[in-house]
């Protein structure tokens, strides 16, 4: 790959190595049945720019963390996805790539659980769970979202060993025109400021990919090596988004928001960019 094109990526933003390998495994590891060869993984992260020693640095974290374990390919050292964690990849697939955007007259989900002082680890867990999907805090025992995530939360819950202290409500606002009305409840119950400065991180950071390939597709090798590395960057810099904003209703949100604007601008790059990444990939592997 291209030295330029490294540095043009790099720039975009700096995710940790531990990240870019997460999101290599997302995209290709599960069409090797969860494995990738040492060798394979090598060079596609040097494609990002990163060095042999930093990969084996970030995948020995990351086996401690038992995201990955070592196994054999034929008699080839690889790489495996830990026990379940395709299920959980697979699970995230529709956040990441199909976000959806609720409507005002969609249910909302309530949860409310309550948990003896003596099982405070647990508590955690629950309030833990609930942040990573996405929901608003109404209390500390309250939380609320729209009502489509409510498999994936009781999925996440039941992972956790705590679903049993959870009780789920579906709901609609009951607004008398004298409060704040839902709007201002879920300026209340969201920080949109933290979310709407991360959206525009995200449309910024992009800004040079975006008009790198704005009128054009990738047609050749070279340019697919670039298109991999900058549909890496992209995906491991957008897929925490769609969990942090859980598809507020757009008629709660701001009108500058830049949520729709970020969605748009993954939505057309992730059509672009993600056949030739995974050509450069598959021929990476292949010669691995």
Do not use: C
Not at 16 to 27: D, E, P, S, Y
């Amino acid at each position: 790959m291209p030295t330029t094109a490294v540095n043009e990526a790099k720039a975009v933003a700096s995710p940790r190595h531990q990240q870019l390998i997460v999101t290599v495994f997302g995209l290709y590891g599960r069409e090797h049945g969860g494995a990738l060869p040492v060798a394979g993984l090598v060079r596609l992260l040097g494609d990002l720019g990163v060095e042999g020693a930093g990969v084996r640095s970030a995948v020995s974290r990351l086996k401690k963390r038992g995201v990955l374990e070592s196994v054999k390919i034929g008699s080839a050292a690889a790489y495996r996805l830990g026990p379940g964690l395709e299920e959980v990849f697979s699970e995230g697939d529709e956040r990441i790539f199909s976000p959806r955007r609720a409507r005002p007259d969609d249910p909302w989900l309530l949860a409310a659980f309550s948990v003896p002082e003596s099982e405070r680890a647990v508590r955690h867990q629950i309030r833990a769970a609930f942040t990573r999907l996405g929901f608003g805090a109404v209390s500390p025992g309250l939380w609320i979202a729209p009502a489509a995530l409510e498999k994936e939360a009781r999925r996440q819950l039941a992972r956790a060993g705590a679903a049993e202290y959870v009780e789920f409500f579906r709901a609609e606002y009951a607004d008398d025109g004298e409060g704040p009305g839902m709007r201002g409840r879920v300026a209340e119950w969201w920080d949109l400021d933290a979310l709407e400065a991360t959206y525009v991180d995200f449309v910024e950071g992009q800004r040079g990919v975006h008009e790198r390939w704005e009128g054009r597709t990738p047609s050749s090798a070279q340019d697919e090596a670039v298109a991999f590395a900058d549909y890496v960057s992209l995906l491991t810099h957008w897929r925490r988004l769609p969990y942090l904003d859980p598809g507020l209703p757009a008629e709660y949100l701001p009108e500058t928001w830049h949520g729709l604007v970020a969605g748009e601008l993954f939505a057309d790059l992730n059509a672009k960019l993600a056949g030739p990444a995974r050509r450069h990939a598959e021929r990476a592997l292949a010669g691995s």
